[in-house]
């Protein structure tokens, strides 16, 4: 897919910093927020268009290798009155582009005209895809019905590839469903889940990508069900083994390895009803590669923060939002004395029948 489309296609105004702090590139949405097309903005200062209410925000976004997440503060934009906007600010530098940054700003008035009532700030940013729902699903209908003439013709054993494709449009068209009806007033589906098998699908799908790294698996059979949703399990799965590959993928020995274990100590933390929730299942996805760049660890879960020179930066916040709809944490640590990377998953256990009752009885 064309960068340059993605960039387009976004709701969201992002600016590109040269070194030296004049805009290089902005996308259409960036126009339409500074009231000026590209032409004339290029190869202007920031401060010349935008002028922010905090002091403290200028000076840090003044420095090209900060990493920066400001939620709902006030700019005033050049040209458009003494008017302040209220906007999200996250910038970040470029990987291997010294001096370059990228910019982006949340206009969360218009985005909160596009969703109704729904709140700002991340949750706005993971939400407006549904916008593009019927553009999504129309070429996956067409994708599917492709797959499904194409295993018509093939033996039984390439079939499987193709009911594969067939299984994950389902799935994507399933998960684009859910984002254009979900609110944070609405709990998601959840059910007993057997996340081993939730594993094997992923991995089915990104090995059927080809070029994935070795990937070994440490399962704990004797693990219960989980309380979950199994498509936003297949989809968080795929996020993590999809970073964990792109990140080993140029080593010596690229390896991935997905752990399943019973936490010795139990997390807590209140639900929706203001009950506690036990988390005792950890899903561990490591692998070998040189791990995050520091500045950027404590901020890998926030929109458009990436480490990839094609990356949205949206793969990890739809990961969090999906484990947390799951009554779940995820957390990740980097470990320099064998050199993995880490992303822990923890999760709740499926209540079983005769331990219901039990409590209810009580």
Not at 154 to 168: M, S
């Amino acid at each position: 897919m064309d960068p340059q489309r993605q960039l387009s296609s976004l709701p969201f105004a992002v600016v590109l910093l040269a070194p030296d702090r004049t805009i290089s590139v902005a996308n259409p949405a960036a126009e339409q927020l500074f009231g000026q097309s590209l032409r004339r903005l290029q190869g202007r200062p920031l401060d010349g268009v935008l002028t922010f209410a905090e002091p403290l925000l200028a000076e840090k976004l003044a420095e090209p290798d900060a990493t920066v997440s400001a939620r709902a503060t006030d700019v005033t934009v050049a040209g458009q009155g003494q008017h302040p906007r209220r906007v999200d600010v996250i910038a970040a530098p470029l990987v291997d582009q010294p001096g370059w940054q990228m910019l982006t700003l949340i206009d969360i008035g218009g985005a909160e005209a596009m969703r109704g009532d729904a709140p700002a700030g991340e949750e706005g940013v993971l939400r407006a895809p549904a916008i593009l729902a019927h553009e999504i699903k129309n070429p996956l209908a067409g994708i599917r019905g492709a797959a499904q003439l194409l295993g018509r013709k093939l033996g039984e054993g390439d079939r499987t590839l193709t009911t594969l494709i067939a299984d994950e449009v389902d799935r994507i068209a399933n998960l684009i469903d859910q984002m254009q009806t979900l609110s944070r007033s609405t709990a998601p589906d959840l059910a007993p889940c057997n996340l081993h098998e939730a594993v094997r699908r992923a991995r089915a799908v990104i090995e059927a990508g080809g070029a994935a790294p070795t990937i070994i698996e440490e399962f704990d059979p004797s693990l219960p069900m989980v309380m979950g949703n199994v498509d936003a399990l297949v989809q968080i799965l795929l996020n993590l083994l999809g970073n964990a590959a792109d990140a080993c993928r140029d080593g010596s020995s690229p390896r991935i390895a997905i752990r399943t274990r019973f936490a010795s100590g139990l997390q807590l933390h209140p639900s929706a009803d203001g009950r506690p929730v036990r988390l005792p299942i950890e899903l561990r996805v490591s692998d070998n590669g040189p791990g995050i760049d520091p500045a950027l660890r404590e901020h890998v879960f926030e929109p458009f923060v990436t480490t990839k020179l094609s990356g949205q930066g949206l793969g990890l916040a739809l990961v969090r939002r999906l484990v947390r709809d799951m009554n779940g944490r995820i957390n990740h640590d980097r470990d320099e004395v064998t050199g993995l990377t880490h992303f822990r998953v923890h999760l709740p256990m499926a209540e079983s029948p005769r331990r219901s009752v039990r409590e209810r009885a009580a």
